[in-house]
Nanobody, 128 residues
């Protein structure tokens, strides 16, 4: 059974930090790119960060670049998102997702359609 379980959400003050973790089971985690997406209130889900299977490739949109860092531990089947200098506009439900390809590729995938398994999300609220 495929499971992606996010943790670490909560309320944080603007300027603060938060670390999200996603524990994965039920498929070959180490072969796939992993990503974080988020859905802010009243908005579409958007891409936040991606990391390739080897950790050699990462990518962030300008909205979070320099503030967020994605990492993974293939031995522990976890992917994490370290969020610093948080802003109220970072308030959202954060989802981890596993890439559709399982071919040890370092290609960067930024579209939701490239991801086949999703967690249920964890809410991060940044207060001003």
């Amino acid at each position: 059974q495929v499971q992606l379980v996010e943790s670490g959400g909560g309320v944080v003050q603007a300027g603060g930090s938060r670390r999200l973790d996603c524990l994965v089971s039920g498929f070959t985690f180490s072969r796939r790119p992993m990503a974080w997406f988020r859905r802010a209130p009243g908005k579409e889900r958007e891409f936040v960060a991606v990391i390739s299977w080897s950790e050699l490739s990462t990518y962030y949109p300008d909205s979070v670049k320099g503030r967020f860092t994605i990492s993974r531990d293939n031995a522990k089947n976890t992917v994490s998102l370290q969020m610093n200098s948080l802003k109220p506009e970072d308030t959202a439900v954060y989802y981890c997702a596993a890439g559709r390809t399982a071919a040890y590729s370092d290609t960067i995938y930024k579209n939701q359609e490239d991801y086949v398994y999703w967690g249920r999300g964890t809410l991060v609220t940044v207060s001003s």
